[in-house]
């Protein structure tokens, strides 16, 4: 008898510390995500929440260049799909990948962030590329991550099935660490990844987003600035293939 109360009560012991252990990992999960502040969801429990529940949509293999079948896909991603909108051929990224924490959302990078000039230099990118594309493109805060400045098409054309699914934003970068999301090409989102430009989001390829909702890590220096200014005009490119051409800059 003493043996077997002595068995429960380690066992019990056992369950105990593992639940403590679970709800202090959950505890400082929770508390990593609250830090990266509100975006899409609010940055609290509620936001937190949230995401955990979105995780069962989520995919893991976002820095795997194309995890589909071109050919049952590309049907829904318009003609220009397979094209690419790049001037020129990206390098290869020199370095490791920025740190990403593993929330659905947020989607951001906690290591190499950019500076704020940095940050300030690509928002004044994006608006001189809207005032030269005014009529194909417009400047308006981002209807996905709540009031973060956006590049999103023109209300007075018309709307593809793509654009659709991202309520027709193209483009918004994020002021924590001056990373962006923007929808490219499917061979451009492939040749970022490829050559670790960027990844995609969690949700991309399901229900929610689509498989070229891309992330682009932010610039380090003036030369990936040049990059990322072509990545970003690239996707307006494609963007808005189907009823004008977008003027670079």
Known sequence: MTSELTTIHFLAALAALAGATVLFISYLDYRHYCSLGDHGLPGNFQGWKKQLQMSRYARRDTTIPAPYNLEDIVKDYGPHATKSFLKTPLKAREGNRPKIPGFVAPQRQVSDIASPEMKNGMNAHLDSLVRTNSKLLQRELS???GPVPAVQLHPSLPVSALLERTRSEIIHVHPPDGTTHLILSLEDSKSV???AWGQRHR???????PWNYTLVYAPRD?????VWKGVVEAAASFCCADVGCIEGI
């Open 193 to 195: 990844i490829e050559r």
């Open 143 to 145: 209807r996905i991550e």
């Open 203 to 209: 949700l991309s390829g399901g229900k929610m987003l």
């Open 222 to 226: 003036e030369e990936e600035f040049e």
